[in-house]
């Protein structure tokens, strides 16, 4: 492969899917937000406002200080961390075969084992490799040269759980 390198955009687009709630995540956050609403309405009913309000506003206040941190914070700290990890301005040339993915750049080089990631995710911009929960490979999608290329990658990743 080519090298390439991760750009300020992709790296945005990856760590904003790396934040991304799971599907079991959202029920949580569903049933948690039920529980509150069925708390402060109970509280509410039974005369009981201070509760009735703080349940609410605690609640009101999660949910817009998750879209704030994620519309506006994030973008200001994945900048930050981009410029600071020197590592990202490198080309990087990345392949794949049986034997796992192989990333390497004019400082480094790492084969790690299908075996070693634990999930996947992907959107338009980005494929990324869990090592672990806090810990991803970002690939940028620009890698693939052919159809066939990333079938072959998929082919590779499909047995690792995709979250």
């Given amino acids: 492969m080519n090298p390439t390198k991760i750009t300020p955009e992709e790296y945005l687009s990856a ?3 790396g934040q991304n709630l799971t599907n079991k995540q959202r029920l ?10 069925i708390a402060s309405i109970t509280s509410w009913k039974l005369g009981n406002i201070t509760v009735a309000g703080g349940l609410f506003g605690g609640a009101v ?5 998750h879209w704030i941190q994620r519309l506006y914070i994030l973008k200001f700290k994945a ?14 040339s990345y392949d794949w ?9 004019d400082t480094s080089s790492c084969l790690t084992p299908w ?6 995710r992907e959107n338009k911009d980005v494929v990324l490799l ?33 979250a």
């Avoid at 806090?134 to 990743?157: G, N, W």
């Fill in 15 to 17: 760590v904003k899917l």
């Fill in 28 to 37: 949580k956050f569903a049933a948690l937000f039920i529980v509150t609403a």
């Fill in 61 to 65: 206040g999660c949910f817009i200080g």
């Fill in 79 to 92: 900048k930050k961390i981009y410029k600071q990890q020197k590592f990202l301005h490198e080309p990087f």
């Fill in 97 to 105: 075969s049986p034997d796992g993915l192989l990333v390497t750049s």
């Fill in 115 to 120: 075996s070693h990631f634990v999930r996947w």
């Fill in 130 to 162: 869990y090592h672990s929960d806090c810990l991803f490979q970002i690939l940028p999608k620009s890698i693939f040269t052919s159809q066939e290329s990333e079938q072959k990658l998929r082919s590779y990743i499909e047995p690792v759980q995709n």
